[in-house]
């Protein structure tokens, strides 16, 4: 039986899955499409795969109320939205192949007069690419179907708040095009809804990032010189902050997620020559977490020669960011990984407070970790980590500034 939807979202992850539950919010009937099995049945039960706060609750209230179904597969619906991952191929070459995919199974289905979006993050070109391919393959469409690219400029751990407050940039591949897809947005945001076309649109999502990615460089730039120089770099960027036109970010332990760990390499891609800040961001970035599990393994050797025996070693923190329990691109994960390959006899306790299982690590709680290492290695500032009580003669590495809200550390990096 058909489910009579409106709107077919394509894609149920960490955008799709809230974007589909905000619309059905709005009395607006959705099916939502994935491509797992599991994914479908666990959202059909009014319950939600991904750890994101709200979303539960508006899943179930959608769920219950018939205006949010999953599916494996697409129906016939008004609008159309392409909500897909967009990852890498070969060197860091964006690969929209799911895009592709995505745009193929919903083909057939297409009529005069829909609103065909993509939401995913694309190479600058992608829509238009995609407006080809749909009217190679149905020429009849050709000034009938309107065609969108709107990116997301969500925060995880507050994307049901910011999808609706947030502004959003919109850009169709022609002016009505344009206006078909700011009617649809209006109808479940409240923020300002910003017209353009679809090549900017689709570079607006890579700039925002990529703009976010050299400023956090330069913050772990400086963590790194303020290592060597030993100078505290927490007291440095709060002091250099006192300038009325100075806003420095803090270090962390790399740069990961879905965005800023990513969207710059689609214009790096593009535009290798011309990319020279942009690129080397990245290598900053990048190699701040290399630099990051250094420091454990010299710390690990360290101990071995004062105390004569292997120490044993907390690693605090898998998600990409603080109180998430995404894991894409992180480089908590990479340095753990990292960290492990030079394993011998010493115990490490693997933590991440968001996440009960995980297939690879064997997870400990966080206060039980603690208690037993010898080495701290903060790598995500994760809240319940702020409340810890740690003794003097521990070890501590904090490559996160969870140091500053627990007095009385030992703390071996600044």
């Known amino acids: 039986m058909r489910f009579n939807a409106e709107v077919v979202t394509i894609g149920l992850g960490y955008i799709g899955l809230p974007t589909s539950a905000l619309i059905a919010q709005n009395k607006i009937k959705v099916l939502g499409v994935d491509i797992n099995a599991s994914v479908v049945e666990t959202i059909n039960q009014g319950k939600i795969h991904i750890v994101e706060p709200g979303l539960d609750t508006a899943v179930l209230e959608a769920v219950n109320q018939g205006y949010f179904k999953a599916s494996l597969t697409a129906e016939i619906a008004n609008v159309y939205l392409i909500v897909v991952p967009t990852p890498f191929k070969g060197d860091h070459e964006p690969d929209i192949s799911f895009v592709q995919s995505a745009t193929e199974k919903i083909l057939p289905l297409l009529k005069a007069g829909d609103l065909y979006i993509i939401e995913s993050t ?19 469409l050709k000034g009938v179907l309107y065609m969108a690219y709107c990116p997301e400029r969500v925060l995880p751990g507050n994307v049901m ?93 790399g740069v990961g997620g879905h965005c800023i760990a990513v969207d710059p390499y689609f214009i790096v891609s593009d535009y290798p020559l011309e990319t020279r800040i942009i690129g080397t961001a990245r290598e900053v970035n990048n190699y701040k977490s290399f630099w990051c599990a250094e420091k454990i393994n010299q710390a690990k050797t360290a101990f071995q020669i004062e105390h004569n025996r292997e120490p044993k070693i907390a690693l605090m923190g898998l998600a990409f960011k603080p109180n998430i329990d995404d894991l894409r691109e992180s480089p908590a994960r990479y340095i753990v990984q990292r960290v492990l390959q030079n394993a011998n006899d010493e115990e490490y306790f693997i933590v991440e407070p968001n996440i009960q299982d995980h297939n690879i690590f064997k997870l400990t709680d966080y206060q039980k970790a603690v208690k037993k290492a010898d080495i701290i290695a903060f790598l995500v500032a994760h809240k319940e980590f702020f409340d810890l009580e740690i003794s003097e003669e521990k070890v501590v590495l904090d490559f996160c500034g969870v140091k500053n809200r627990i007095l009385n550390l030992k703390v071996v990096y600044n």
């Open 122 to 140: 694309s190479p600058v070109g992608t829509t238009e690419k995609l407006q080809e391919f749909i009217f190679s393959k149905r020429p009849e």
């Open 161 to 253: 708040y910011e999808l609706v407050h947030n502004d959003r940039v919109i850009g169709g591949v022609d002016e009505i095009s344009t206006e078909k897809a700011v009617a649809f947005y209006s109808q479940f945001v409240q923020g300002d809804l910003h017209k353009t076309n679809a090549r900017t649109a689709e570079m607006c999502k890579l700039v925002e990032n990529s703009s976010r990615d050299v400023q956090i460089a330069f913050a772990n730039e400086l963590s790194l010189i303020c290592d060597k120089a030993n100078i505290n770099v927490w007291e440095l960027i709060e002091l250099a902050n006192k300038h009325p036109r100075v806003n420095i970010l803090q270090p962390g332990s």
